[in-house]
């Protein structure tokens, strides 16, 4: 088994620090045996601003985690097993009868078996391939301010565009993040800046993550959540799925696996196309049943009162399962 690693250690730090870094406590049965590690912040609550002065609280057993030093961890185990780990990147690859011959920048040719794209949301394989995927920009700033501890806070409004405003703890500092566009890119800051970041996000999935022997996953097959925008936890869940389908010889076992999973319904892209399209108005109107929260009366007033936007709150639920 070889990883190959295109980023020398500060750019694979830089690049993987460009992340909210959001997780539910679930992600964790998810990928066993791999184990809670580098957690910066504890998380207890959700808190959501909509149009119309609506805020929502609601509860969520999550993690804040360093990312880049949580990923590098599992990378020393592979290679403490046995894994061999190369500082290079592929260029082109062929695939032909039954083998993968990967060109690699140096111009070594490493002959595989199966080839398992986790390259990113500029995915070169998945471009290769000839394969399209949803990508969109986000920008992160990183600021010294005292964070609210415990606490994930989303601000939603029609100019996001179906996606939101995040303001997440991360030890002493906050990092601020929304999607990139060119009309909000002055968006007002309050703190000192520490930290400007940006990266694409591949989100919604593709119609197919498997080629012949090569195999796509995470943000290379676009697995973001499309509501939460979440990527940790499906780009390691589809990576486990992609190798057990890999040891058993049986590549389009990880096909089936995936598409059948609530990771993949249909749901939250619908739901994003929808939220996409709604002014603040609509967005007020259809979260009144929340105003006081998630209860039995709420539920049983937008069953009766907002059926058009059932659809809507089914994604919600789901995403909170599933989404981060």
């Known amino acids: 088994v070889v990883l190959l690693e295109r980023l020398d250690n500060q750019k694979y730090s830089h690049y993987h620090a460009m992340c909210g870094e959001g997780v539910s406590e679930d992600i964790f049965r998810d990928i066993s045996p791999i184990k809670p590690s580098c957690i910066i912040e504890k998380i207890r609550?959700?808190?959501?601003?909509?149009?119309?002065?609506?805020?929502?609280?609601?509860?969520?057993?999550?993690?804040?985690?360093?990312?880049?030093?949580?990923?590098?961890?599992?990378?020393?185990?592979?290679?403490?097993?046995?894994?061999?780990?190369?500082?290079?990147?592929?260029?082109?690859?062929?695939?032909?009868?039954?083998?993968?011959k990967v060109k690699m920048k140096d111009g070594e040719i490493i002959k595989t078996k199966y080839l398992v794209a986790a390259d990113g949301a500029n995915s070169l394989i998945r471009k290769k391939l000839g394969i399209e995927g949803r990508v969109k920009p986000f920008i992160q700033y990183v600021v010294d301010k005292e964070p609210e501890h415990d606490t994930l806070i989303f601000e939603y409004d029609e100019k996001w565009k179906g996606d939101y405003k995040w303001i997440f703890p991360h030890g002493e500092t906050t990092k601020i993040g929304f999607p990139f566009l060119k009309s909000r890119d002055r968006e007002k800051i309050?703190?000192?800046?520490?930290?400007?970041?940006?990266?694409?996000?591949?989100?919604?999935?593709?119609?197919?993550?498997?080629?012949?022997?090569?195999?796509?996953?995470?943000?290379?097959?676009?697995?973001?959540?499309?509501?939460?925008?979440?990527?940790?936890?499906?780009?390691?869940?589809?990576?486990?799925?992609?190798?057990?389908?890999?040891?058993?010889?049986?590549?389009?076992?990880?096909?089936?696996?995936?598409?059948?999973?609530?990771?993949?319904?249909?749901?939250?892209?619908?739901?994003?196309?929808?939220?996409?399209?709604?002014?603040?108005?609509?967005?007020?109107?259809?979260?009144?049943?929340?105003?006081?929260?998630?209860?039995?009366?709420?539920?049983?007033?937008?069953?009766?009162?907002?059926?058009?936007?059932?659809?809507?709150?089914?994604?919600?639920?789901?995403s909170n399962k599933v989404g981060w």
Request: charged share 25%; with cysteine; net charge positive.
């Open 45 to 100: 609550k959700v808190r959501e601003y909509w149009p119309g002065g609506i805020e929502i609280e609601s509860t969520m057993n999550g993690y804040i985690i360093d990312r880049p030093p949580f990923l590098k961890g599992i990378i020393d185990q592979y290679v403490k097993e046995g894994g061999k780990y190369i500082r290079n990147y592929l260029v082109d690859f062929i695939e032909k009868e039954r083998e993968i």
């Open 190 to 318: 309050e703190g000192t800046i520490l930290a400007k970041q940006a990266r694409m996000v591949g989100f919604g999935g593709i119609e197919n993550n498997v080629h012949g022997d090569i195999l796509l996953v995470g943000d290379a097959a676009c697995y973001s959540n499309p509501l939460t925008k979440g990527g940790i936890r499906p780009g390691m869940v589809s990576g486990k799925m992609a190798a057990e389908a890999i040891i058993t010889g049986n590549p389009l076992a990880y096909n089936k696996k995936w598409y059948q999973s609530d990771f993949a319904s249909p749901l939250f892209l619908q739901a994003f196309n929808r939220l996409k399209e709604m002014d603040n108005h609509e967005l007020a109107k259809h979260m009144k049943p929340f105003r006081k929260g998630f209860d039995v009366f709420s539920t049983i007033k937008s069953l009766l009162v907002y059926r058009r936007y059932l659809e809507l709150y089914r994604a919600y639920d789901l």
